[in-house]
Structures are given as C-alpha cells and as structure tokens.
C-alpha cells in the first residue's frame, strides 16, 4: 500500500508561483509512475503532469506545458509540481496519484491510478 498526503496549495494572484509536494509513505515510488491531477468544480478531474520515478521520464498536459514542472526526491520519496504563472483557470483541487510503473495503459487516465491522496486547493483570482 502507498500512502500520499499533498500539501502546499493555496489562493494566489494570477501570475504568481505555486509549490504542492506529495509525501509518500508505505512504499518507495521507485516503481511507480507517479502523477499530478487537478480537479475543478462541475468538471472531469484531469490529467496535468506525471514522472516514471525510476527513470524520471515526464509528461505534460499542453495546457500547463512550459508553466509547471514536475520532479521527486528519492532521499524524501516526495513529488512536487512547481506551478509558476498562475491563471485562473488553473484554480482546481489538486491530486497526486500513483501506479504501477509496470501499468502501461495510458497514463493520462486517471482511472488507471491505485493510490490517490486528499487532495489540495489551488486558487488564483485574477
């Protein structure tokens, strides 16, 4: 079992910068694909940015590609997800989550996720 709590959301002013990390416990991510989703009122919760821990390997959805960047910490088994440039838009809850790095369907489906954490608010007015 994977355990994932995020912190670090927030309300910020358009344009500014976000840190959300996601502390693992239970297990190391070593073999996990380990991924961002967000998640906003009345909508489909939505694929952001993922790392195939063990390689590193990062994918991003075009809506924040170039804004946020995603990376870990092997020593803290931690994910973060730096969001600069803020826009409303991107006010959602946001989820860390993680599968099996031996899972090969796609990714950007949340479905496919075993282990989720609470979430965390991210707000920006504009």
């Known amino acids: 079992q994977v355990q994932l709590v995020e912190s670090g959301g927030g309300l910020v002013q358009a344009g500014a910068s976000l840190r959300l990390s996601c502390a693992a416990s239970g297990r190391t991510l070593s073999t996990y694909t380990v991924g961002w989703f967000r998640q906003a009122p009345g909508k489909e919760r939505e694929f952001v940015a993922r790392?195939?821990?063990?390689?590193?390997?990062?994918v991003y959805a075009d809506s924040v590609k170039g804004r946020f960047s995603i990376s870990r910490d092997n020593a803290k088994n931690t994910l973060y997800l730096q969001m600069n440039s803020l826009k409303p838009e991107d006010t959602a809850v946001y989820y860390c989550?993680?599968?099996?790095?031996?899972?090969?369907?796609?990714?950007?489906?949340?479905?496919?996720?075993?282990?989720w954490g609470q979430g965390t608010q991210v707000t920006v007015s504009s």
């Open positions: 790392i195939r821990w063990s390689i590193g390997l990062t």
């Open positions: 989550a993680a599968k099996s790095a031996a899972d090969y369907r796609p990714g950007s489906n949340p479905s496919y996720y075993n282990y």
